[in-house]
């Protein structure tokens, strides 16, 4: 009982998944091909494409733990450089990093650790911890992403085509990826407990 008890109480899948290293793999494996798929689901393209790459970042960070989030992320990064067409639009190689979107690429990274560090010290097991997890997490996606564009074009374009267009629609993404979080997280722990 007390094994349930445990179980029902976790707050990432990397604890749920325990010492077991073929299935945090798996998870793993598994969240870089959901990134990739999300990255391509257009959801507006005025002025510039938005897609739901965000919200699979938000999720991994804040359902995956520091460790699985970190490398899920480094891992679709990696596919991108390499060649594998996983980044928005179906691009990938090396030029997609010192593009417009590079600062927003790094910023997934740091997002994720960010959230997934949080979540492995039990920050996002109410609903107020989880908000402010994926708040932060959004304000380093969106700092060095916006860095980088101010780097490149100037602050003012920036801010025009780096924050305007996204920053209502990831606010609605920050509170469907909270409720997604919690069910990911409930729905785990009682598959587990089969």
């Keep these: 009982m007390a094994e349930l008890a445990t179980r029902s109480d ?3 899948l990397e604890a749920l998944a325990g010492g077991s290293l073929a299935k945090k793999a798996a998870i793993v ?4 091909i959901f990134l990739a798929v999300m990255s391509q689901i257009n959801v507006f393209f005025y002025p510039v494409p938005m897609t739901l790459q965000t919200l699979a970042v938000m999720l991994i960070g804040v359902t995956f733990g520091f460790r699985m989030a970190t490398a899920t992320v480094a891992l679709y990064l990696v596919e991108g450089f390499v060649g594998f067409p996983v980044f928005a639009g179906f691009m990938s190689g090396p030029a997609v990093f010192i593009g417009g979107t590079g600062g927003y690429l790094f910023g997934f990274l740091a997002a994720a650790a960010l959230m997934g560090y949080l979540a492995d010290r039990g920050v996002t097991k109410g609903w107020a911890g989880m908000i402010a997890t994926l708040f932060a997490g959004e304000v380093l996606i969106f700092g060095l992403g916006i860095a980088y564009l101010a780097y490149l074009y100037g602050f ?3 801010l025009e085509y780096g924050f305007y267009p996204f920053w209502m629609a990831d606010v609605l993404k920050l509170a469907i990826a909270a409720v997604m979080a919690k069910g990911v997280l ?9």
């Design 29 to 32: 494996g598994l969240g870089s």
């Design 156 to 158: 003012d374009k920036a």
């Design 10 to 12: 976790i707050s990432t």
């Design 186 to 194: 409930k729905g785990a722990s009682r598959f587990a407990q089969l």
